[in-house]
Structure formats: C-alpha cells, structure tokens
T-cell receptor
Framework: AQRVTQPEKLLSVFKGAPVELKCNYSYSGSPELFWYVQYSRQRLQLLLRHISRESIKGFTADLNKGETSFHLKKPFAQEEDSAMYYCALSDEYSGAGSYQLTFGKGTKLSVIP | KAGVTQTPRYLIKTRGQQVTLSCSPISGHRSVSWYQQTPGQGLQFLFEYFSETQRNKGNFPGRFSGRQFSNSRSEMNVSTLELGDSALYLC???????????FGSGTRLTVV
C-alpha cells in the first residue's frame, strides 16, 4: 500500500533562511506527487505538483525516485510562508479513472521574524 | 467563479444519531471526493463520486455513505455516530482527475 511520510511535525526557521520540508513516499508504481498548503483559517489548496515542474511562491520540489523523496524547498523563507504543508500521492483506483490522494501527516512551518 | 461550498460549517451531534453533510462543487466539475481529517489519522480518503456513481471508496465502515445528484452536488451521510467520528470533513471537486482538486472549507463535526 502507498504511504507518505513527513518526518517533521514542526519546522521553525528564521526569515530569510532556506527551507526544506521533507517528504518520503512508498509506492509500487509511477507516483504522482503534490504539495498542498493550508494557511491559518483558510482551506487546503494545491501548492505544486511534480509533473508541472513549476515554482510557486518561490517553492520548488524535485521528485527523486531513487530516494523515494519529494522534498519542498525555498531558498529564502518569508513570514507569509508560515502554514501547514501536506505532501500527497495520487493513486488510480483499479483503472476506473478514479484517483485518490494519500496524504502525509503534515509539517507546520513557522517562520520567525 | 464560486468555489467548493460545504454546509453546514459546524455540527454538534449526539452519539447514535445520524448526520448529513452537503457539498456543492465548482460549476462544471463532475467529480466530488470526500476526506476525513483528524489530529490522529490526518487526512483520509472516504469516497469519490463521478456523474452520480461512486467510483472509489476508502477504508471506512459502512456507516459512512454518500451520493451525488444530477447537478453534481454531493451529500455524505454518517449513521450511528460514534465519538471517533468527530473530525473535519473535507470535500474536493475536480473535472474528473486529481490534478484539478479544489477543496472546500470543510464541515467540522463534533460528536458528544
């Protein structure tokens, strides 16, 4: 069964410092991975997905199949980055065209001014 | 474009009762998925509906059920509530693939 592990419950960094939120996965097929973010009192929203190879709000994430990791990185943290971050893996259900997300437990990022 | 709307925002129910939660997807989205979020288990997939058909179901007991209407609105029902059902229930809509998931604000259910 697929599994997503985020080893850090809480990560505190100073403003301007680099950020790395770790995510490791276990999946037998070819994974599709995502990062979701939840700011205080806001709904869960998609930050980025590995297939797009995009950079959103300065964040990037590279899929490393050898290490089964999909760490989220930002070179310089900003106070507005403080939020809960979830790594997620999508899995197609028996070729039915239906997908589901398996989420990690999340990492709370706190950026200290 | 209106987002995903979940009602009600908060619910308090007594053990043994049943509850119905509602989700209105983004216009044009035919897929609605439900997730349960708890401090202990995190976010867990409940089920997914597409064009009024349940295509996928997570590992939850039969007390958890749902349906989808022709206008793509979805309801989730939990019968014989238990204390452990207290959670934030999130609904997400998409065009039919996970790539376009948009989540609602959730319904916070408290079972006493």
């Amino acid at each position: 069964a697929q599994r997503v592990t985020q080893p850090e419950k809480l990560l505190s960094v100073f403003k301007g410092a680099p950020v790395e939120l770790k995510c490791n996965y276990s999946y037998s097929g070819s994974p599709e991975l995502f990062w979701y973010v939840q700011y205080s009192r806001q709904r869960l929203q998609l930050l980025l997905r590995h297939i797009s190879r995009e950079s959103i709000k300065g964040f990037t994430a590279d899929l490393n199949k050898g290490e089964t990791s999909f760490h989220l990185k930002k070179p310089f943290a900003q106070e507005e980055d403080s939020a809960m971050y979830y790594c997620a893996l999508s899995d197609e259900y028996s070729g039915a065209g239906s997908y589901q997300l398996t989420f990690g437990k999340g990492t709370k990022l706190s950026v200290i001014p | 474009k209106a987002g995903v709307t979940q009602t009600p925002r908060y619910l308090i129910k007594t053990r043994g009762q049943q509850v119905t939660l509602s989700c209105s997807p983004i216009s044009g989205h035919r897929s609605v998925s439900w997730y349960q979020q708890t401090p202990g288990q995190g976010l867990q997939f409940l089920f997914e509906y597409f064009s009024e058909t349940q295509r996928n179901k997570g590992n939850f007991p039969g007390r958890f059920s749902g349906r989808q209407f022709s206008n793509s609105r979805s309801e989730m029902n939990v019968s014989t509530l238990e204390l452990g059902d207290s959670a934030l229930y999130l609904c997400a809509s998409s065009t039919g693939t996970v790539h376009g998931y948009t989540f609602g604000s959730g319904t916070r259910l408290t079972v006493v």
